[in-house]
């Protein structure tokens, strides 16, 4: 093939002293391969009563064992006002407080940097998301969390699969996809988010096929991880107690038509409880999720179960170490609508006005099981590409097993992302 | 000088391709005439050497879908000499039989040459001005941000009379290999129609939100390809639905006089009439287009344009129905 290369450099010679100046195709991409990304978010937020779910005569113990103290959350994080329990005995089943108690207060929930580097001459991706929490009130503490930190690798140029080391997010489910405040639409986590959203370390891997035919995709997430899908504060987030790993998955099938999207998906997890040491005190988890988008309107959906069981000591988690190791039950399930309207290029983007429906039934063993109903409306509105302003209401409902208690909340943020 | 060496090249590309002896070539010498006669029969020879070539090193590199649209592309070629026709055919099917796929003549749109190919024809204004001087408009920009100034995009409007409707390419390449847009920029006349063609083992979803253009080719496999025109002025984002890593700008100009600067921000305008000129730079980090005057007489015009750098880029591109997609997720 000799004479096929000396015609080849004739060739390129003759067309680019002919090359006309109408593209612009750079070696080297002309977007940094590092880049950094981030956003603040700023709340405000008036909580009814106390701030807490704990009705004041309730003289149950635990105390957190008879009601949902996750229910009237504030935040993108799902930071509550307050879970002061007054004296009353708790066993770690609690978020994260803010402690603004009913007091009506400006707070800043997240400070977040994400820096991404993929360098061209190798399939890479290493990424580390580190978030800031400034907490000022009296009883919290601020704190640095590294939240995701991995080397994702995409061995293959002729297959859509990547392979990720580190700490990630959790593969269980949907709503980990839009867990940070400038993502998420509404401002506040689901009652299932608790289960789904957490980080984790180990590995993960993704792998795609597509049926072009039937415009379809069929997608495999799957991770070993030290700790599972739930979140920080039910879990130690980077270390193993049992020293087993906790499997999860998710196969989805998402159907991409030009003016509608289809996507549905089956999540699992299984593995030992790593909020205590034992390997055999196991924990176990099911979910179902589908999405629908047409034009601007998008309904979701997710249900989970979760089993844990109970017998082991010394219970850790992200609040510190507690006493019981009790056997748990729950089930929950959301449903979301919202709808986007675009207002142009001007300042005014986007307005998105959402409501959510969700339900969540909860029992540790030997306690009564107790369902919590919450309804949320609320609307996001995007200024240029940098601000969103969100504001949304919730009413928290005490269905069952747990005392009615003021606990409504009224909560906004305005993220500006950099 | 460029059109010179560009013929010689090609000349002698041709000579090495089809056989007149070298000795022959280098006893006669067309004259400026003749070689304007000859342009468009060596362009057609170019176009066929172009293709075999490229075929038979994807070939030679084990790339036998590559190999099988660049051979395909030739057999689609117009006035196709017989011969050659007949040596191309068994090597197009062969070669399409190892590298899979659709022949490029099942496939929408008109069969293409598979890697873009520059030699479109000269930027110039239609109808031909009569009797004015043309001159050529070369520059620098500079800015652009972090990325630099590379792939502004300058654009000339009159601005004391009409400017006149650009002629149309028709099939301007815009292929996806290695997970990229390539050109990562590309300017075309308005009505041009542009080729989309994916180059990878793996599937793509072009789609575009900007409401410049909205469209979105559905998946493509390996080899296929997807022909769009694109019938109104502006800037549209080139975006894959599977990758969210990909973007591209195509920008469809409503004038003849348009060019795109290369890295380090250098452009030409070729075959610009005398007159006063509304000067336009878009570039893909300026949140705004940098606009300035610019009065052409006689003389070859040079000029020094500054572009903004100050657009944000979005970390979360969008897919195909607007929602923000996180690029470390997935794939």
């Known amino acids: 093939m000799s004479r096929a290369l000396l015609l080849a450099a004739l060739l390129l010679s003759s067309l680019a002293a002919r090359a006309e100046d109408d593209t612009y195709a750079p070696a080297t991409p002309a977007q940094s391969p590092l880049q950094i990304n981030g956003y603040v978010d700023l709340g405000f937020a008036v909580a009814q009563g106390d701030g807490t779910s704990f009705p004041a005569n309730d003289t149950r113990l635990p105390a957190d064992y008879g009601v949902d103290t996750f229910a009237p959350a504030i935040n993108t994080r799902g930071d509550v006002a307050s879970t002061d329990s007054h004296g009353r005995f708790t066993n770690g089943f609690l978020p994260h407080s803010m402690n603004i108690n009913g007091t009506p207060s400006f707070f800043l929930s997240t400070v977040d940097l994400d820096v991404k580097y993929a360098p061209q001459s190798v399939p890479l991706l290493i990424f580390t998301r580190l978030q800031a929490l400034p907490r000022f009130n009296a009883g919290t503490t601020t704190t640095l969390l590294v939240e995701q930190a991995f080397v994702r690798v995409i061995p293959f140029k002729s297959q859509e699969l990547a392979l990720s080391a580190g700490k990630f997010d959790s593969v269980f489910g949907v709503e980990y996809q839009e867990n940070e405040a400038n993502l998420r639409t509404n401002v506040t986590p689901s009652l299932i988010a608790r289960y789904t959203t957490g980080q984790s370390l180990g590995l993960k891997s993704f792998y795609r096929i597509q049926l072009p035919a039937l415009w379809t995709a069929l997608t495999a997430n799957a991770a070993m991880t030290n700790g599972g899908t739930l979140v920080e504060a039910l879990s130690p987030p980077d270390l193993s107690l049992s020293g087993r790993p906790v499997f999860s998955g998710r196969l989805g099938v998402e159907v991409n038509l030009p003016v509608a999207q289809l996507k549905v998906g089956g999540s699992f997890m299984a593995g030992p409880r790593n909020d205590q040491h034992g390997p055999t005190v196991r924990q176990r988890a099911l979910g179902a999720d589908g999405r629908v988008t047409v034009r601007g309107f998008s309904l979701g959906a997710e249900l989970v179960w979760i089993d844990q069981d109970g017998g082991g000591a010394d219970k850790s988690n992200g609040l510190g170490n507690e006493q019981l190791v009790s056997a748990f039950f729950a089930r929950g399930e959301y449903l979301i609508a919202s709808y986007g309207l675009s207002l142009g290029e001007g300042a005014l983007r986007k307005l998105t006005p959402y409501a959510r429906f969700e339900r969540r039934h909860a029992q540790f063993e030997g306690f009564r099981p107790y369902t919590v109903q919450r309804i949320t409306a609320g609307a996001r509105l995007d200024l240029w590409d940098e601000l969103a302003l969100k504001a949304e209401y919730l009413w928290n409902r005490e269905l069952q097993g747990a005392p009615p208690v003021d606990n409504n909340v009224f909560t906004s943020s305005l993220v500006f992302s950099f | 000088m460029k059109t010179h060496s560009a013929l010689t090249a090609a000349s002698l590309a041709l000579a090495l391709a089809f056989g007149p002896p070298a000795q022959g070539a280098k006893k006669k010498r067309a004259d400026p005439a003749a070689e304007a006669q000859l342009r468009p029969l060596i362009e057609k020879h170019l176009t066929i050497a172009h293709e075999l070539t490229a075929g038979l090193l994807a070939w030679d590199a084990g790339d036998y879908a590559l190999a099988a649209a660049h051979f395909e592309a030739l057999l689609a070629l117009k006035d196709l000499p017989d011969d050659v026709a ?151 984002e080139l975006l894959c639905n599977i990758h969210a890593s990909m973007n591209a700008w195509l920008v ?80």
């Open chain 2, 252 to 331: 469809v100009v409503d004038t003849p006089w348009y060019a795109v600067a290369d890295g380090a921000g250098a452009f030409r305008i070729k075959k610009v009439p005398a007159g006063d000129y509304d000067v336009e730079v878009w570039h893909e980090n300026a949140s705004q287009p940098a606009r300035s005057k610019l009065t052409i007489g006689e003389e070859s015009a040079a000029l020094s344009l500054s572009v903004g750098g100050d657009k944000r880029t979005n970390p979360f591109p969008p897919d195909k129905y607007g929602k923000p997609r996180q690029q470390q997720l997935g794939y």
């Open chain 2, 86 to 236: 007949a040596a191309i055919k068994p090597l197009a099917a062969d070669a399409r039989k190892k590298g899979g796929g659709k022949p490029v003549a099942d496939q929408t749109g008109t069969p293409e040459p598979a890697t873009p190919a520059p030699d479109e024809p000269e930027i110039e204004a239609t109808p031909k001005p009569k009797g004015p001087v043309l001159v050529t408009v070369s520059g620098s920009v500079t800015g652009g941000g972090a990325g630099g100034p590379g792939g502004a995009v300058v654009t000339l409007h009159r601005s004391n009379g009409s400017t006149p409707r650009p002629t149309p390419l028709s099939n301007k390449p815009l292929i996806q290999r290695d997970k990229k847009f390539l050109p990562h920029v590309l300017a075309v006349p308005v009505g041009s129609r542009v080729s989309f063609r994916n180059q990878d083992d793996i599937f793509h979803n072009v789609f575009s939100i900007s409401p410049a253009h909205a469209f979105d080719t559905g998946l493509k496999r390996a080899g296929d390809s997807e022909t769009l025109a694109f019938d109104k002025p502006g800037v549209v």
